[in-house]
């Protein structure tokens, strides 16, 4: 943790492989593959190589990782595997079966040996709980763990609509529909001739959308859509958060004091006193068990970590702000209405309303200038995106989050593009992806682990905010309407007392006109302070949290195959982010801004 800024991503690029079998291709095919092949890797390379160099303000200094995810079937697979290896590219392989089990699909003798061979040389090997008694099933789970884990698809396939589901173009099929660039090396099985790579970007295998791919610039081009940001927005919101440091202390303490005034949340010790990240990241760590603790990344760990405690330091002084700019307005119309009461000091009390509508001026600037708002909303963005990364990851049937620049949230709102959804997808890439064999025992563990380390704490969380949220809004209700019953009341006894004891009315007129026009302004900064945080809103959207993650969780204690699972994972994360995004949404218009 010595770090003094926040981690910039491993540049990373993960490359899957689908292709013919050797039984399917042609005499002389593999010899006419294999430089074809061999170009497309070393270009991805070098394109790799480039982008890191020219992104150097993105990207952790270390060189990039690349990775090659391979069924090691006989043929394109076996193939790709080999020259990836000798590019550079670090071989894991996808198996449908047990190693054992998988053996089966190879002739005794050569091609057995080959498979072994080649399963020895990779790096890791990841085996999906397939059975026999359903191969194509099993095909089709290794086909979808094939693009879960591409960020590019290089396929050898002749073009055709394919076998089946399984085939090369069913999963050439799968990954057009997962917006995953498809790099096509069609070869002429008749003739087995091999033609010039090309990119396939959408469509259908009977009509992809496809562009030439000839090219080192082409290449480049490839890398740069699928790795780097798109926009020099995101650029420049990128620098800034590098570029942020580690800040212990935070005077800004209004929010969690008005917290505590209204005995909503009790204020610790030392509320200037932030948690540092190595706290964080400790503690964070301390709370997992088992597998989910082993599977821990320390790139992802730092990178929550900063996110997280940045979060809190830019909400704290933002909604501290907020509470400070309301107090202000109400104060200084009280000193105003003063110098009806006490007209000598009335000088004074001009300097201090001076003072006041300064520090207003002064207190908005600064939270604007110190951008508190954005921070506070794309940090916890960005905290709130990887919190679920490495329990997706260890399915290894979910795509990567964040492909798309688009989100939708609860209500189908947009909300656009910006550089956490790219921090997040490039913290993905860089996790190790699950390995071994994916058995019975591993699904229920996995299932288990969500259930306590994600989804328990995040419904208690959701529960206790849904509760303070409620509690502020009709606390901060009920002392704008004290003060405005305090208004009426004085009204009523003015008017009861006007013609009786109308020389004592006319004394204290300045004291009436103190309350009757300094308690309203009371009550429009409480009022205001209720509205602009929304608080019963936010309450609203966390109680609608609870009720989808308790309904989840039945999903998830009832999951007993890797794709029920998978899909269950994936709408505990969309859950989780649901309400964030519709929080974003409701939030990013209200800035910090001098009251009305």
Not at 31 to 41: D, E, G, H, N, R
């Amino acid at each position: 943790m010595s770090i003094q800024h926040p981690p910039r991503p491993r540049l990373t690029l993960n490359i899957a492989i689908t292709g013919h079998r050797a039984v399917i291709l042609p005499a002389g095919a593999v010899a006419a593959l294999q430089p074809v092949i061999a170009s497309v890797f070393a270009e991805l390379r070098e394109a790799a190589v480039r982008l890191h160099d020219s992104e150097q303000m993105i990207f952790d200094t270390a060189p990039p990782l690349l990775r090659l995810h391979s069924p090691l079937a006989t043929g394109a697979d076996q193939l790709a595997a080999t020259i990836a290896s000798d590019c550079g590219f670090h071989v894991r392989a996808l198996l449908p079966f047990s190693p054992e089990e998988y053996c089966e699909d190879f002739a005794e003798g050569v091609e057995r040996d080959e498979f072994r061979r080649q399963l020895e040389s990779s790096g890791e090997y990841f085996a999906l709980p397939g059975d026999r008694a359903d191969a194509e099933g099993a095909y089709v789970l290794v086909g979808k763990a094939v693009i879960a884990a591409a960020d590019i698809l290089v396929a050898v396939w002749d073009g055709g609509e394919g076998n089946g589901p399984g085939g090369t173009a069913h999963v050439v099929d799968l990954a057009l529909a997962a917006s995953v660039p498809v790099i096509h090396v069609a070869i002429d099985r008749e003739t087995a001739t091999v033609g010039t790579p090309r990119l396939l970007t959408g469509g259908d295998v009977i009509d992809p959308v496809a562009e030439p791919l000839a090219d080192a610039a082409g290449y480049d081009a490839l890398l740069r859509e699928t790795l780097a940001p798109h926009t020099d927005l995101e650029r420049e919101q990128l620098a800034l958060y590098f570029a942020e440091r580690e800040q212990r202390i935070n005077w800004r303490i209004e929010y969690p004091l008005l917290l505590a005034l209204l005995k909503i949340k009790a204020i610790s010790w030392a509320p200037h006193r932030a948690r540092s990240i190595e706290q964080d990241v400790r503690g964070d760590r301390q709370s997992l068990h088992g597998i989910e603790a082993a599977s821990s990344s320390p790139t992802l760990d730092r990178s929550y970590g900063w996110a997280n405690v940045l979060a809190i330091f830019y909400a704290q002084r933002f909604r501290s702000g907020h509470v400070t700019n309301y107090v202000l307005s109400a104060l200084a119309v009280l000193l105003a209405l003063m110098g009806l009461i006490v007209p000598s000091v009335k000088i004074f009390l001009v300097i201090s309303e001076l003072g006041v509508i300064g520090l207003l001026f002064l207190n908005t600037s600064s939270g604007t200038n110190g951008d508190w708002h954005r921070r506070w909303l794309q940090y916890r963005h960005l905290a709130e995106s990887l919190r679920p990364l490495a329990f997706l990851k260890r399915s290894g049937l979910i795509n990567t989050p964040f492909r798309s620049d688009f989100i939708h949230g609860q209500l189908h709102r947009e909300a656009g593009a910006d550089w956490t959804r790219w921090y997040a997808a490039a913290v993905w890439r860089e996790l190790d992806s699950p390995r071994g064999v994916m058995t019975p025992a591993r699904i229920r563990e996995l299932a288990d682990d969500v259930l306590r380390e994600q989804v328990g704490p995040q419904a208690s969380y959701h529960q206790v905010n849904a509760e303070r949220m409620h509690k502020l809004d009709h606390r901060l209700h009920e002392i704008g309407n004290f003060l405005m019953g305090a208004v009426i009341a004085a009204c009523v006894l003015f008017i009861i007392g006007y013609g009786p004891l109308h020389h004592w009315i006319q004394s204290i007129m300045g004291f009436f006109i103190f309350a009757t026009a300094g308690l309203p302004a009371v009550s429009a900064a409480v009022f205001g302070m209720r509205g602009h945080g929304e608080h019963l809103l936010a309450a609203s959207r966390s109680a609608n949290t609870v009720v989808a993650l308790e309904a989840n969780a039945v999903r998830l204690k009832q999951a007993s195959r890797l794709e029920p699972l998978a899909a269950a994972l994936d709408n505990t994360a969309a859950i989780m982010l649901a309400d964030l995004n519709e929080w974003s949404v409701a939030y990013s218009e209200r800035s910090l801004e001098i009251p009305a």
